[in-house]
């Protein structure tokens, strides 16, 4: 399956208590089904002291979301929008790009 949603994509969170925020996309896990966005989906862990973090205490990360809570922001318009797919030819070879619906303009990474 083509991936519609990629790491570094600029996302708008459409469903769940984050919704209307935007963030980018940091790590995409496919089978899972679920994505994780820089500063969304925000949760509070309790960790004990360890070489890396020698204080411990209380740290917030980010949370994966759902792919279907999230959509690609439209780089045109800077709406949520669907992606589509296209075969252009560039160079003199045919290429599959990602397409924002919307708009209908090239979605570049």
């Given at each position: 399956m083509a991936a519609?949603?990629?790491k570094d994509d600029t996302v708008i969170v459409i469903a769940g208590k984050d919704k209307g925020r935007s963030g980018k996309v940091l790590m995409?896990?496919?089978k899972d089904e679920r994505v994780l966005v820089q500063g969304v989906n925000m949760i509070k862990r309790h960790?004990?002291?360890d070489m890396a973090n020698p204080q411990g205490g209380v740290i917030a990360k980010e949370a994966p979301l759902h792919i279907s809570n999230v959509s690609l922001r439209d780089?045109?318009?800077g709406k949520a929008t669907?992606?589509?797919f296209k075969i252009v030819e560039k160079a003199?070879?045919?290429i599959k790009v990602r397409v924002a619906k919307g708009s209908g303009v090239e979605i570049d990474v």
């Open positions: 519609r949603i990629k995409v896990m496919p960790t004990k002291p780089p045109k318009t669907r992606v589509g003199g070879a045919k």
